[in-house]
């Protein structure tokens, strides 16, 4: 049984999400302080976090950042917190999905499956030691790890299956609709729009200047391109 750590203040919207896991067969914690959560997630184990943004003792935002540098599960935000800079700030700082509220329940639980689904297949993949060189940029399918000119960066589940699917295919064409669809699937309810998000977040890790991309080429009006360096 899946488990998943829920941390809301908010008793009737944690509740909820509670009573929908457990419907739909899920173990479901539920936390109402910040700092008790970080605490939780990365002492015991998860296969989900959902996260809310504003929260007493320690915020949203802290938490992705403190739980990502331990941590690769699929971390989803459902906050009231609307506009795109909350948005983006909650990717940039390691979420996998955000999620508004007021939310469908049965779209969060689809969001989960999904995001379950695609973690566990990128476990699950390349059990020998592959590794991608491009011009100081390493990807090791084997540990899922990421190098430039030998030092790691951090990546979330999302971003490295972005950066191995361009690196595995490079200099080929891509369009936004295409990435998303081998990404995050028919199945998910997102927006296209976080496409150009993951992508901006992986240039500040691997490019030396993200503004003049060398790695990750965007060809304007037709998509990505991923050049072998």
């Known amino acids: ?46 296969d989900v976090i959902i996260v809310d943004l504003m929260l007493p003792n320690k915020n949203g935002y802290e938490i992705i950042q403190e739980v990502r540098k331990k ?19 909650g990717l940039d700082y390691g979420a996998d999905d955000y999620l508004t509220k007021p939310f469908s329940p049965a779209e969060l639980m689809a969001r989960i499956k999904s995001h379950l689904k695609r973690y566990e297949r990128l476990k699950g993949k390349n059990v020998s030691t592959e590794i991608i060189n ?67 977040k992986i240039r500040k890790k691997i490019e030396k200047d993200p503004s003049n991309p060398q790695f990750i080429e965007t060809l304007w009006g037709t998509g990505y391109r991923f050049n072998s360096i």
């Open 1 to 46: 049984m899946k488990n998943i750590l829920i941390i809301e203040d908010d008793i009737n919207i944690a509740e909820l999400e509670r009573d929908y896991l457990k419907l739909n067969g899920y173990k479901a914690d539920v936390v109402h302080d910040g700092g008790i959560g970080l605490q939780k997630a990365i002492s015991s184990v998860y």
């Open 71 to 89: 941590l690769e599960i699929p971390i989803i935000v459902v906050s009231a917190k609307s506009e795109d800079i909350d948005k983006i700030r």
């Open 134 to 200: 491009h011009g100081g940029l390493e990807i090791n399918t084997a540990s899922h790890k990421v190098y430039i000119n030998g030092k790691e960066v951090q990546m979330t589940t999302k971003e490295y299956e972005l950066l191995f699917f361009l690196a595995s295919n490079p200099n080929i064409v891509f369009t936004k609709e295409h990435i998303f669809e081998t990404i995050w699937g028919d199945e998910y309810y997102g927006d296209t729009a976080t496409v150009p998000v993951h992508i901006q």
